[in-house]
């Protein structure tokens, strides 16, 4: 038992979070690939980055006392200036004081137009749900503002209750899901910028051997 405590002390920790996978691994960076790759490790494994970092989250009795010293400690043999900036920034994130449990080190903005929508809500907290929800649909949906405006989008979420209240008053995920389904059977162009034809509505030509308009 005290030789499997020993080991599992001896086992380097995997990060927390995309702050403390940014000071595990650019410290010593020299050059730009290594500067990428580090970006694309932490942001595969930690695809909310700075979003769901609460602010001073890494300050305690053993670690740094302030993002300068952390700064200090950490970016010294770093010459790549792009990853020391980039460790500047997490240490300022993890040891800064934190000014409350809404403080986090990257908060999402929102337009007047969708705060406008929204006049129930009041507080930091559920403004900060807000923004994770809206976030959320953007990162899986860069084109959802589009997607909102056509009418094809609307009219095939009406012919559902169910759909129409997803899309409304649904979870995040449920919101993703269903404009990722109307993605997957929405009519399509094809490359000769023909009219835009479900794919159910297409015939095959015999003798083309290609799909058709009817």
Not at 31 to 55: I, K, Q, T, W
Not at 101 to 113: I, K, V, W
Not at 120 to 139: C, S, V
Request: proline content about 8%; hydrophobic content about 35%.
């Amino acid at each position: 038992m005290v030789a499997a405590a020993l080991a599992a002390l001896g086992t380097p920790a995997l990060a927390a979070d995309y702050a403390t996978c940014l000071l595990d691994n650019l410290p010593g960076v020299k050059n730009g690939p290594a500067h990428a790759a580090a970006l694309n490790l932490c942001g595969s494994r930690y695809p909310d980055r700075f979003f769901e970092v609460r602010r001073g989250s890494g300050r305690g009795l053993l670690g740094p006392k302030s993002p300068e010293q952390c700064t200090l400690d950490k970016a010294r043999d770093t010459s790549w200036q792009p990853a020391a900036g980039m460790i500047m920034r997490a240490c300022g994130c993890l040891y800064t004081p934190s000014a409350g449990p809404t403080d986090m080190c990257e908060r999402y903005p929102l337009s007047a137009e969708i705060r406008a929508q929204h006049p129930a809500i009041k507080t930091d907290a559920d403004l900060l749900k807000l923004e994770t929800h809206y976030r959320k649909i953007y990162a899986a949906h860069p084109d959802a503002d589009a997607l909102f405006a056509r009418k094809d989008f609307w009219a095939w979420v009406t012919q559902d209750k169910g759909r129409e209240n997803g899309i409304i008053k649904g979870s995040t995920d449920t919101v993703i899901r269903t404009m990722s389904e109307f993605k997957a059977q929405a009519p399509t162009r094809d490359r000769f910028g023909g009219e835009l034809v479900p794919p159910s509505d297409f015939q095959f030509d015999p003798s083309t051997a290609r799909r058709v308009s009817p």
